[in-house]
C-alpha cells in the first residue's frame, strides 16, 4: 500500500514538472517573438542605413589589415640569410683532397675547401694571411719569417702549429713523396723557431716568394705515421682527410661504376665550427663530379646542382635558361700564341713580327662575349713593371705585310708567301674548347690576309697536355698563369727552354742573354722601383723579338642558378681562388626585419 501511494505522488510531481517545462518554452517563444522577429520587422525600413555602417566597418578593418602589411613589408628587405646546401658540379674524377698531391679540377676543389694556406688573397687580390698573422723580409730578401695567427685547430680538434707548417714543406721538398710542388721548393731551408713562427731561408732574394705559400698545410700528427714514399696513397687522402680549411670532411657516395659516362661521386663536406676566418654560413657543401659533361650539364639543367665550373662558354642546352647567372671571374693569366722560335718559319724575327702586326686583337675580344683585357706584354697591365710604351706591335695589315716583302716574303698564285723555296705556313696547336675554336679560327683568317698558311690542329685535353710537355708543335695557343707578382721567368728565362729544367714552360723556347739577365735580377730585387728599373730590358727585347702574341686575360666562367650572395667578381690567380671567401656564401633568402 505504501508503494504505491509513493508511486502515485511521484508521477503527480512528475506531470507537474513537464507543465512548467512546457509554460517556459511556450514564454521563450513568446519573448523571441515580440523581442527579435517583431524589432527585426521594424529594421527593414533602416536596411540601407545599417548596410552602409556595416560595409564601412568591414572597409575600416580591410584598410587597417592591409596597412599592417604595407608597413610590415615597408619595414622589411629581402636578404640573404644562412643555410642550405651548396652543390658545385665539375668533370674529372676525384683522386686525392691532399694539397700536396691535388691537380685536377676536382681535386684542387676539394683541397681547397678543406686545408687553409698561410696566405690567401682578399677582394682586391693582395696578399692576405690565412693561417698565418703577417711575415716579414730581411733586407737581403732571403729569409722571410711568418708568424701564424693563436688558437689555430685541426677539423679533429688538435692545435695547429710552426711543426705542421714545417712538415708540409719538408714533405714536398722530400723527392720520396713525389708531390708535383717539389721543384717550387728545392734549396729553401724551414724551419720553427718557436709554436708560431716559421722561419724560410732562401739560396738567394725572391720578391715573389710570399705569393709561393698560399698552398693547404697538412696535420704532421697523423702524416708523420706514414713513410713519405706512402703518402700519395694513403687513406688520409681519400677516406680521411684532415684539414683547417673552411668546411670538413663528412663523406664520399660513388656511383654508377660499371659506366664511365654515369660515373658520379659525391662529396659532402660540413662548415668547420673553429675556422680562424669565420664559420661558414652554407649549411653543407657537396662537391659533385662527373666523368661525363653531357651528365654534368644534365644534372644542372635538372636544378640538381647550385653551380658548375670547367666551361669556357654556356653550353647550348642551357643558352635558353634565364634563371642561370654567368660570373665572369677574370684571372690574372695571358692568352697567347707561343711561336716555337728554334725552328722552321717561326724561328725568323721578321715572320714572328710580321704576324704580331696582323693579328687584330680587338676584334678577337669583341667576339668572345664578355669584357676582358688586351694583353700587349709579358707582364699584364696595371702589374708592377708594365709599361705602356713597350706593348707589342699594333694591328696594322700594311705595315705586316711590309715587314714580310722587304725580307724577301713574295706572295704566289695561291696567296702563300715563300721565300727561297720555303712556303710561309706552320701549324697552330688548340685545346678542344669553344673559346680556342673561335680565337684560332680568326686568327687563321687575319693571318691569311698576310699571306701566312695556318692549319689548325685541335687536340684533346691528354693530347694537348703532352704537346706542351714535350714542345711537339710549331706555334701553340696556349694561357699561362702569372699571378699578382709579375715574376715571369719561369716562361721566358733560357734556362726553362732546357729540356732538362723542372717545368720547360718557355713554351716559344725563347734565347735571349739580355732578357735573361733582366729577369734574373728583376725578381731578386725587394725594392719595387729597382724591380721596374730591372724588368725594363727585358720588356724592350720581348717587344722586339715577338716571341709571342699576347692575346687577353682569359676569365673563369663559373655558371650558378641565380645570384651566390658573397661571391664577388674578383681577380683570380688560380680557378679555386673562388673560395678565397667561401665561408661567407649565402645562397637562401628570407625577408628581415630592418
Given at each position: 500500500?505504501?508503494?504505491?501511494?509513493?508511486?502515485?505522488?511521484?508521477?503527480?510531481?512528475?506531470?507537474?514538472?513537464?507543465?512548467?517545462?512546457?509554460?517556459?518554452?511556450?514564454?521563450?517563444?513568446?519573448?523571441?517573438?515580440?523581442?527579435?522577429?517583431?524589432?527585426?520587422?521594424?529594421?527593414?525600413?533602416?536596411?540601407?542605413?545599417?548596410?552602409?555602417?556595416?560595409?564601412?566597418?568591414?572597409?575600416?578593418?580591410?584598410?587597417?589589415?592591409?596597412?599592417?602589411?604595407?608597413?610590415?613589408?615597408?619595414?622589411?628587405?629581402?636578404?640573404?640569410?644562412?643555410?642550405?646546401?651548396?652543390?658545385?658540379?665539375?668533370?674529372?674524377?676525384?683522386?686525392?683532397?691532399?694539397?700536396?698531391?691535388?691537380?685536377?679540377?676536382?681535386?684542387?676543389?676539394?683541397?681547397?675547401?678543406?686545408?687553409?694556406?698561410?696566405?690567401?688573397?682578399?677582394?682586391?687580390?693582395?696578399?692576405?694571411?690565412?693561417?698565418?698573422?703577417?711575415?716579414?723580409?730581411?733586407?737581403?730578401?732571403?729569409?722571410?719569417?711568418?708568424?701564424?695567427?693563436?688558437?689555430?685547430?685541426?677539423?679533429?680538434?688538435?692545435?695547429?702549429?710552426?711543426?705542421?707548417?714545417?712538415?708540409?714543406?719538408?714533405?714536398?721538398?722530400?723527392?720520396?713523396?713525389?708531390?708535383?710542388?717539389?721543384?717550387?721548393?728545392?734549396?729553401?731551408?724551414?724551419?720553427?723557431?718557436?709554436?708560431?713562427?716559421?722561419?724560410?731561408?732562401?739560396?738567394?732574394?725572391?720578391?715573389?716568394?710570399?705569393?709561393?705559400?698560399?698552398?693547404?698545410?697538412?696535420?704532421?700528427?697523423?702524416?708523420?705515421?706514414?713513410?713519405?714514399?706512402?703518402?700519395?696513397?694513403?687513406?688520409?687522402?681519400?677516406?680521411?682527410?684532415?684539414?683547417?680549411?673552411?668546411?670538413?670532411?663528412?663523406?664520399?657516395?660513388?656511383?654508377?661504376?660499371?659506366?664511365?659516362?654515369?660515373?658520379?661521386?659525391?662529396?659532402?663536406?660540413?662548415?668547420?665550427?673553429?675556422?680562424?676566418?669565420?664559420?661558414?654560413?652554407?649549411?653543407?657543401?657537396?662537391?659533385?663530379?662527373?666523368?661525363?659533361?653531357?651528365?654534368?650539364?644534365?644534372?644542372?639543367?635538372?636544378?640538381?646542382?647550385?653551380?658548375?665550373?670547367?666551361y669556357t662558354a654556356v653550353p647550348e642546352e642551357l643558352s635558353g635558361d634565364k634563371a642561370i647567372v654567368q660570373n665572369n671571374l677574370p684571372l690574372r693569366a695571358a692568352n697567347m700564341v707561343f711561336f716555337k722560335t728554334t725552328q722552321g718559319v717561326l724561328s725568323q724575327q721578321p715572320v714572328r713580327q710580321a704576324l704580331v702586326q696582323g693579328a687584330d686583337i680587338n676584334s678577337i675580344i669583341k667576339s668572345l662575349?664578355?669584357?676582358?683585357?688586351?694583353?700587349?706584354?709579358?707582364?699584364?697591365?696595371?702589374?708592377?713593371?708594365?709599361?705602356?710604351?713597350?706593348?707589342?706591335?699594333?694591328?696594322?695589315?700594311?705595315?705586316?705585310?711590309?715587314?714580310?716583302?722587304?725580307?724577301?716574303?713574295?706572295?704566289?698564285?695561291?696567296?702563300?708567301?715563300?721565300?727561297?723555296?720555303?712556303?710561309?705556313?706552320?701549324?697552330?696547336?688548340?685545346?678542344?674548347?669553344?673559346?680556342?675554336?673561335?680565337?684560332?679560327?680568326?686568327?687563321?683568317?687575319?693571318?691569311?690576309?698576310?699571306?701566312?698558311?695556318?692549319?689548325?690542329?685541335?687536340?684533346?685535353?691528354?693530347?694537348?697536355?703532352?704537346?706542351?710537355?714535350?714542345?711537339?708543335?710549331?706555334?701553340?695557343?696556349?694561357?699561362?698563369?702569372?699571378?699578382?707578382?709579375?715574376?715571369?721567368?719561369?716562361?721566358?728565362?733560357?734556362?726553362?727552354?732546357?729540356?732538362?729544367?723542372?717545368?720547360?714552360?718557355?713554351?716559344?723556347?725563347?734565347?735571349?742573354?739580355?732578357?735573361?739577365?733582366?729577369?734574373?735580377?728583376?725578381?731578386?730585387?725587394?725594392?719595387?722601383?729597382?724591380?721596374?728599373?730591372?724588368?725594363?730590358?727585358?720588356?724592350?727585347?720581348?717587344?722586339?723579338?715577338?716571341?709571342?702574341?699576347?692575346?687577353?686575360?682569359?676569365?673563369?666562367?663559373?655558371?650558378?642558378?641565380?645570384?651566390?650572395?658573397?661571391?664577388?667578381?674578383?681577380?683570380?690567380?688560380?680557378?679555386?681562388?673562388?673560395?678565397?671567401?667561401?665561408?661567407?656564401?649565402?645562397?637562401?633568402?628570407?625577408?628581415?626585419?630592418?
Amino acid at each position: 500500500m505504501r508503494t504505491r501511494l509513493v508511486r502515485l505522488r511521484f508521477r503527480r510531481r512528475f506531470r507537474k514538472g513537464q507543465q512548467q517545462v512546457g509554460d517556459l518554452s511556450t514564454q521563450a517563444e513568446q519573448h523571441i517573438d515580440r523581442h527579435f522577429f517583431k524589432r527585426f520587422e521594424r529594421l527593414l525600413p533602416i536596411r540601407r542605413f545599417l548596410i552602409g555602417w556595416v560595409g564601412l566597418v568591414l572597409l575600416l578593418i580591410a584598410g587597417l589589415v592591409a596597412q599592417n602589411i604595407a608597413l610590415s613589408t615597408h619595414y622589411q628587405t629581402l636578404q640573404s640569410v644562412p643555410g642550405g646546401i651548396y652543390k658545385e658540379g665539375v668533370r674529372g674524377r676525384f683522386t686525392n683532397a691532399n694539397p700536396m698531391y691535388a691537380t685536377s679540377d676536382a681535386d684542387t676543389t676539394v683541397s681547397r675547401l678543406m686545408f687553409a694556406g698561410l696566405f690567401t688573397y682578399d677582394e682586391h687580390g693582395k696578399l692576405a694571411g690565412d693561417l698565418a698573422r703577417d711575415y716579414s723580409v730581411d733586407a737581403n730578401g732571403n729569409t722571410y719569417t711568418v708568424r701564424l695567427k693563436p688558437n689555430l685547430t685541426w677539423h679533429d680538434g688538435k692545435p695547429l702549429t710552426a711543426a705542421d707548417v714545417v712538415f708540409t714543406y719538408q714533405m714536398i721538398q722530400n723527392p720520396d713523396a713525389q708531390s708535383p710542388l717539389r721543384s717550387s721548393w728545392q734549396g729553401i731551408t724551414v724551419t720553427a723557431s718557436d709554436k708560431h713562427t716559421i722561419v724560410f731561408k732562401l739560396p738567394s732574394g725572391l720578391a715573389s716568394f710570399p705569393y709561393n705559400m698560399t698552398n693547404g698545410i697538412v696535420p704532421q700528427h697523423i702524416l708523420s705515421k706514414i713513410s713519405p714514399n706512402g703518402l700519395r696513397s694513403a687513406d688520409f687522402n681519400t677516406v680521411h682527410p684532415i684539414g683547417a680549411g673552411p668546411f670538413e670532411w663528412r663523406a664520399i657516395q660513388v656511383d654508377g661504376t660499371g659506366d664511365p659516362k654515369k660515373a658520379e661521386q659525391q662529396i659532402a663536406l660540413k662548415p668547420f665550427e673553429q675556422y680562424q676566418g669565420g664559420v661558414p654560413k652554407l649549411q653543407e657543401f657537396v662537391v659533385h663530379v662527373f666523368g661525363d659533361g653531357e651528365e654534368l650539364v644534365k644534372a644542372f639543367d635538372d636544378d640538381q646542382l647550385t653551380a658548375i665550373e670547367g666551361y669556357t662558354a654556356v653550353p647550348e642546352e642551357l643558352s635558353g635558361d634565364k634563371a642561370i647567372v654567368q660570373n665572369n671571374l677574370p684571372l690574372r693569366a695571358a692568352n697567347m700564341v707561343f711561336f716555337k722560335t728554334t725552328q722552321g718559319v717561326l724561328s725568323q724575327q721578321p715572320v714572328r713580327q710580321a704576324l704580331v702586326q696582323g693579328a687584330d686583337i680587338n676584334s678577337i675580344i669583341k667576339s668572345l662575349g664578355y669584357a676582358t683585357r688586351a694583353v700587349r706584354e709579358p707582364i699584364l697591365a696595371g702589374q708592377l713593371g708594365y709599361d705602356p710604351t713597350l706593348t707589342q706591335a699594333a694591328y696594322n695589315l700594311k705595315a705586316a705585310k711590309a715587314t714580310l716583302e722587304a725580307n724577301g716574303w713574295v706572295v704566289g698564285k695561291s696567296g702563300v708567301r715563300s721565300k727561297a723555296g720555303q712556303e710561309l705556313a706552320f701549324t697552330l696547336t688548340v685545346p678542344n674548347s669553344v673559346e680556342a675554336s673561335l680565337v684560332s679560327g680568326q686568327l687563321k683568317s687575319q693571318w691569311k690576309q698576310i699571306g701566312a698558311k695556318v692549319d689548325i690542329q685541335t687536340l684533346g685535353t691528354s693530347e694537348f697536355q703532352n704537346a706542351i710537355t714535350y714542345h711537339s708543335y710549331d706555334a701553340i695557343l696556349n694561357g699561362i698563369s702569372i699571378g699578382a707578382d709579375p715574376d715571369v721567368f719561369v716562361y721566358w728565362d733560357s734556362t726553362q727552354a732546357d729540356i732538362r729544367s723542372a717545368n720547360r714552360l718557355n713554351l716559344s723556347e725563347y734565347k735571349n742573354a739580355t732578357a735573361d739577365a733582366a729577369l734574373e735580377s728583376g725578381r731578386t730585387r725587394i725594392d719595387p722601383t729597382l724591380r721596374v728599373i730591372k724588368y725594363k730590358p727585358f720588356l724592350q727585347e720581348w717587344q722586339k723579338d715577338a716571341p709571342a702574341l699576347g692575346l687577353y686575360q682569359p676569365r673563369l666562367l663559373y655558371i650558378t642558378h641565380g645570384t651566390v650572395s658573397g661571391l664577388d667578381e674578383r681577380p683570380l690567380t688560380t680557378p679555386t681562388d673562388r673560395f678565397a671567401n667561401v665561408q661567407n656564401w649565402q645562397i637562401r633568402q628570407d625577408r628581415v626585419t630592418n
